[in-house]
């Protein structure tokens, strides 16, 4: 029997995934298929059936239609709902990625957030300002402020040498604690008992719109995220401020070598990451959602870290890992009523996804390993 490395489908794997060129996603796609292979064997041991629970949260998120709807929805209701909730999941990404790519760990993105959402909520959300002026007026008040916040973790990183992990999780908890206390004492609902509803001029997805008569909520936030996407590529690819950004990831003492203010390079890294971070608050507190649930940081904010490590820490590669981690999200709770499995399971798949995709430098190292060994085998083979 031939080996894997002789074997034709073995030979072409290995030539796919050690193309260097292709590895940002082919190496994301192969931790996405151990991942759904492991929850495969997780739901296997509930005793429930993987391809259903696939189908349903594929259903759940609007990519396949459901048996039946409620009236006046379809699939393309679903869909949208999906995009809505992409948007914030996108650009809580894309501030991770810009964080990592400085060699900084933004995990404040929860709280950068929740501060950008609640400045523009109280600001701006409950004003009498009209659709044009308040909608730019929320994407402003709500980017400066997660940057300064991400700005103020850069600084205590650079000046005082604290470690940005440590940090933002004190500055989410405290910004928790302090939005938890305005919104309880002065902007509660007592109903709902989160924040009052925004007004409609002001939210950034237009909630109820009657499309050839189904009834869909239209998200704006979705093309900022896209544009934002191609912004943030641009700027780390194409600049000299990405090339000082990756250049202090990359090596902090050889990059103030060779004249790049590392403090400067830092912060403006971190505030990058806060304002994306701050953005998405926008697009979550004030489109996905209307109000603020007091005291809870948002979960989208650590689903992020999953979805940057998937798409390679690639600004284009995270489109595309906001979609898979999105859907998963988004289908967990239709799928746990069809089939029966607990919606938690998504939960599980995302982290598996976490732990395959910081995987990917021990999996290319496999692949580098294979690819010499076969390299070795072939001189060995001509020398014969």
């Known amino acids: 029997m031939p080996s894997f490395k002789k074997s034709r489908p073995g030979r072409f794997l290995l030539h796919r995934l050690g193309n260097e060129k292709w590895q940002w996603i082919s190496i994301p796609l192969l931790s996405v298929v151990l991942a759904v292979l492991t929850g495969s064997g997780v739901i296997l041991l509930m005793g429930k059936s993987p391809v259903d629970t696939y189908i349903g949260i594929l259903q759940g998120a609007g990519m396949l239609p459901k048996a039946n709807y409620a009236g006046g929805t379809n699939m393309l209701t679903d869909f949208m709902s999906f995009l809505d ?12 990625t810009v964080a990592f790519k400085a060699g900084l760990f933004n995990i404040g993105i929860s709280g950068q957030m ?53 940090s933002s ?11 938890s206390f305005f919104i309880k004492t002065h902007y509660i609902n007592p109903v709902s008992r989160q924040s009052e ?27 900022l995220a896209l544009m934002a996407a191609l912004v943030v590529h ?28 590392i403090g400067r390079t830092m912060v403006t890294a971190m505030m990058i990451s806060g304002g994306l971070g701050g953005l998405a608050g926008a697009t979550y507190y004030l489109g996905y959602f209307a109000s603020i649930q007091p005291g809870v940081l ?62 990917g430098a021990y999996f290319r190292y496999l692949i580098a390993k294979k690819q010499e060994d076969v390299k070795s085998e072939n001189r060995e083979e001509m020398g014969e």
């Open 298 to 359: 948002s979960d989208l904010g650590f689903n992020a870290i999953a979805t940057s490590l998937l798409g390679n820490n690639s600004p284009l590669g995270v489109i595309l890992s906001s979609i898979l981690i999105t859907i998963l999200d988004k289908g967990a709770t239709f799928m746990s009523s069809k089939v029966g499995v607990v919606k938690e399971i998504s939960g599980v798949i995302t982290s598996l996804i976490l732990l395959f995709s910081a995987m």
């Open 85 to 96: 909730a992409m948007a914030p999941m996108l650009l809580a990404a894309l501030g991770v």
């Open 114 to 166: 929740l501060f950008g959402g609640f400045l523009a909520t109280i600001l701006v959300g409950y004003s009498d300002l009209g659709g044009l002026v308040a909608k730019p007026l929320v994407l402003l008040i709500a980017g400066a402020s997660g940057a300064l916040v991400g700005g103020f973790i850069g600084l205590m990183k650079y000046r005082y040498n604290i470690n940005e992990v440590v």
């Open 169 to 179: 999780i004190m500055v989410n908890y405290i910004l928790a604690y302090f939005i």
């Open 197 to 223: 509803y925004i007004n409609a001029a002001a939210s950034l997805t237009f909630k109820g719109v009657a499309l050839g008569g189904v009834k869909v909520n239209v998200p704006l936030g979705i093309l």
């Open 234 to 261: 641009y700027l780390i690819n194409k600049t000299r401020l990405g090339y000082e950004i990756k250049a202090v990831g990359a090596n902090r003492k050889g990059a103030g070598y060779a004249g790049i203010p």
